[in-house]
Nanobody, 126 residues
Framework: QVQLVESGGGSVQAGGSLRLSCAASGYFLSSSCMGWFRQAPGKEREGVAATDSVGTTNYADSVKGRFTISKDNAKNTLHLQMNSIKPEDTAMYYC????????????????????WGQGTQVTVSS
């Protein structure tokens, strides 16, 4: 059974940094596409960043240059380093994993991902 558990969220002032983590079990993230998504109240879930099995990354325009997605394959953990955080980054952040194995594209659409975590809240104050 695949399980994704996010951590690292919290409250931060604008301009600050946070590092989100997603620990995977029952799933080898090294060989698949993984992504970070977020959902603010009253808004649709949107893709933030994604990466594939060879380190190709893809970012939403709104976070390019500020957020970095990475995998720690030894710990089977996905990270999202968030720098220069803005109030509009406030949302619940979700880790997602594509169907394991095979070729995948690190897209930012929710339909590409099969497994989801429960989310970690990020709140940014101005």
């Amino acid at each position: 059974q695949v399980q994704l558990v996010e951590s690292g969220g919290g409250s931060v002032q604008a301009g600050g940094s946070l590092r989100l983590s997603c620990a995977a079990s029952g799933y080898f993230l090294s060989s698949s596409c993984m992504g970070w998504f977020r959902q603010a109240p009253g808004k649709e879930r949107e893709g933030v960043a994604a990466t594939d099995s060879v380190g190709t990354t893809n970012y939403a325009d709104s976070v390019k240059g500020r957020f970095t997605i990475s995998k720690d394959n030894a710990k089977n953990t996905l990270h999202l380093q968030m720098n220069s955080i803005k109030p509009e980054d406030t949302a619940m952040y979700y880790c997602a994993a594509a169907k394991g194995g095979g070729v995948c594209y690190p897209g930012l659409s929710t339909w590409r991902y099969m497994h989801w975590g429960q989310g970690t809240q990020v709140t940014v104050s101005s």
